[in-house]
């Protein structure tokens, strides 16, 4: 089956821009048929894969996010990109951003190197 309703961002590495990636995901949301309460949850979802990414290791440039529908599941991607050197923040333990997402999104992947998180997927039915 072709992805269905996809959307694409790429937005600077800070919190402020989170909005517009929580906005996207909830129209993506409503466009595969979720009800309010899952699509709330989505929105948190955006909100924890977003701090996740800020606070690793080594500070990101930008933030790419992409989101579509595919064989009856709605999947979201973010990945960072650039290197503004040495992350200020003390990095979130993984395990935790792991299991916080779990709890929202039955399949998460965390991809992750010396620099920390770099990637993270994670779908749910729809």
Same mark, same amino acid.
């Not at 309460?37 to 894969?49: K, P, S």
């Given at each position: =089956? %072709?992805?269905?309703?996809?959307?694409?961002? !790429? =937005? *600077?590495?800070?919190?402020?821009?989170?909005? =517009?990636?929580?906005?996207?995901?909830?129209?993506?949301?409503?466009?595969?048929?979720? %009800?309010?309460?899952? &699509?709330?949850?989505?929105?948190?979802? $955006?909100?924890? +894969?977003?701090?996740?990414?800020?606070?690793?290791?080594?500070? *990101?440039?930008?933030?790419?996010?992409?989101?579509?529908? /595919?064989?009856?599941?709605?999947?979201?991607?973010? /990945?960072?990109?650039?290197?503004?050197?040495?992350?200020?923040? !003390? *990095?979130? %333990?993984?395990? $935790?951003?792991? +299991? &916080?997402? /779990?709890?929202? =999104? *039955?399949?998460?992947?965390?991809?992750?190197?010396?620099?920390? $998180?770099? #990637? @993270?997927?994670? #779908? @749910?039915?729809?």
């Amino acid at each position: =089956m %072709d992805r269905m309703h996809e959307i694409a961002l !790429k =937005m *600077p590495a800070n919190q402020e821009d989170a909005l =517009m990636a929580r906005m996207a995901v909830s129209g993506l949301g409503m466009l595969a048929g979720l %009800d309010a309460d899952t &699509i709330g949850d989505l929105q948190t979802v $955006v909100n924890e +894969c977003t701090d996740c990414l800020l606070n690793q290791v080594v500070q *990101p440039e930008t933030i790419s996010m992409t989101g579509w529908v /595919e064989n009856n599941r709605l999947i979201l991607r973010w /990945e960072v990109e650039g290197n503004q050197g040495q992350n200020q923040q !003390k *990095p979130l %333990d993984n395990e $935790v951003v792991r +299991c &916080i997402l /779990e709890t929202l =999104m *039955p399949q998460v992947e965390l991809e992750s190197d010396q620099r920390g $998180v770099h #990637s @993270i997927l994670c #779908s @749910i039915a729809v």
